[in-house]
């Protein structure tokens, strides 16, 4: 396969260049399979990708969109973080609908009307910190907990999710004015292990996903009605009583054995105080942090 952005040939299956890091397939907003960039149509739905921007209009590269200050905390933590285990809340959100949205606009005006909800979405991300992994389309995948590591990512994940459905909303508003047109999104939130493989210099990440994870996370996407936030049981227990969902009972999932829990996203709690939640709560203990904890003691013993 011959990649667009260097020309370098690829061996068949190769999901990125191998000179230049450019992602060689576009995955299908519709039901997430990869195809090759020369695609016009989806192998497996069908899906017109052509009528969709292409994610290299203004996307292309993580360095493109990434704030500064995040893009300099992932070459710091990149040593210690390639190959190794990450518990992370994987992020899918897409445009719901898009094809219906941008039928019979011409496709410069396409991306005057999604790359501000493109936009939009990446700036909730990044607001809790998480990283922005994929732009799909009319769609975008993040990571909360790598490569910038945060104890409360499935926190951070909710509340970013919550951020960007209100932020689309206001963006709707507008649309709805002067285009006379819908637009809405749907999220879905799972939380579990991830190996990040690689961290190349323009910050794109390849990473392979462990327990169903991220796959979990875009069916829960795909599983969500316009407008809406779906997440794990998983996502709630790490959430603890932060936010505020509404029991959709359990669901059967593609691709997955028995049912699986499903919570809709409403809102976020009021934050208690630490002091006042541990009446109720047994706070995870410290792991692994041995040297760090020693240097405390000793701190102490130096202090008396």
Known sequence: MRCPQCSHQNPDGAKFCGECGTRLERLCPSCGTGNPPTNNFCYQCGLA???????????????????QHLAEKIPTARSALEGERKHVTV???????????IEGIDPEEVRTLLDPALQAMMEAVHRYEGTVNQVMGDGIMALFGAPVAHEDHAVRACYAALAMQAAIRRYAEQIRREHGRELQIRVGLNSGEVVVRAIQNDLHMDYSAL???????????????PGSILLTAE?????????????LGPAPVKGLPGLVEVFELVSASPARRRLQTAATHVHTHFVG???ELGTLNQALDTSF
């Open 235 to 247: 996502t709630l227990r790490l959430a603890d009583d932060l936010v505020q969902v509404t029991p």
């Open 49 to 67: 990708l052509g009528a969709l921007p292409s994610p290299e209009s203004r996307f292309g590269s993580p360095q493109s969109y990434t704030p």
């Open 211 to 225: 327990g169903q994870t991220t796959h979990l996370a875009a069916r829960m996407e795909q599983h969500a009605a």
């Open 289 to 291: 942090r041995q040297q």
């Open 91 to 101: 992020l899918f959100a897409d445009v719901k609908g898009s094809l219906e949205l």
